[in-house]
Antibody, heavy 120, light 107 residues
Framework: QVQLVQSGAEVKKPGASVKVSCKASGYTFTNYGISWVRQAPGQGLEWMGWISAYNGNTNYAQKVQGRVTLTTDTSTSTAYMELRSLRSDDTAVYYC?????????????WGQGTLVTVSS | DIQMTQSPSSLSASVGDRVTITCRASQSISNYLNWYQQKPGKAPKLLIYAASSLQTGVPSRFSGSGSGTDFSLTISSLQPEDFATYYCQQSYSSPHTFGQGTKVEIK
């Protein structure tokens, strides 16, 4: 079955960087994009960006642009999200999701989430 | 950016009730609208895409409607497993923004 499995929880200090992985299985990785969404504690969902697993094209939310880099490794069907210059308000659960559709787009399935805690 | 506003923010309902959640976009998004369900401590799950298409495996008591700026998600007969938070999302233009969520609680 189609599945996205993310790396484990991270604790980082302010100013540090974090890199979260998202390993895909059950489908042809390069046929779909991957989006990243985060959810601060008790809050809603915030779209961070998208990467094409086919050609590496990216699109980032303005709020994190300049601090976030999305990449893929097609040899291992894994997507990565790196966030730099971490602040306390980056504390959140980070999700990857497969992007389905070319005109209409929706997210399915989602990874299980990775908690990133930023604290001194 | 397109703003998505859901109402209500929360509601209390009983098993068997008909429940409707609305989502309004700040500009026309045609039918580029998705609905997700999220249970505590879990990842969101796709329910409806393109405003009214039911995702495979999702019970038929869930339905979506709307076009332009106004959309709704209806649960025809609320079941115990439906108590969760529901989010709408527009995929008309980047960033693919979400509504703030509607929490459906047990009355």
């Amino acid at each position: 079955q189609v599945q996205l499995v993310q790396s484990g929880a991270e604790v980082k200090k302010p100013g540090a960087s974090v890199k979260v992985s998202c390993k895909a299985s059950g489908y042809t990785f390069t046929n779909y994009g991957i989006s990243w969404v985060r959810q601060a504690p008790g809050q809603g969902l915030e779209w961070m960006g998208w990467i094409s697993a086919y050609n590496g094209n990216t699109n980032y939310a303005q709020k994190v642009q300049g601090r976030v880099t999305l990449t893929t490794d097609t040899s291992t069907s894994t997507a990565y999200m790196e966030l730099r210059s971490l602040r306390s308000d980056d504390t959140a659960v980070y999700y990857c999701a497969r992007v389905v559709g070319s005109n209409y787009r929706w997210f399915d399935p989602w990874g299980q989430g990775t908690l990133v805690t930023v604290s001194s | 950016d397109i703003q998505m506003t859901q109402s209500p923010s929360s509601l209390s309902a009983s098993v068997g009730d008909r429940v409707t959640i609305t989502c309004r976009a700040s500009q026309s998004i045609s039918n580029y609208l998705n609905w997700y369900q999220q249970k505590p401590g879990k990842a969101p799950k796709l329910l409806i895409y393109a405003a009214s298409s039911l995702q495979t495996g999702v019970p038929s008591r869930f339905s979506g409607s709307g076009s332009g700026t106004d959309f709704s998600l209806t649960i025809s007969s609320l079941q115990p497993e439906d108590f969760a938070t529901y989010y709408c999302q527009q995929s008309y233009s980047s960033p693919h923004t979400f509504g703030q969520g509607t929490k459906v609680e047990i009355k």
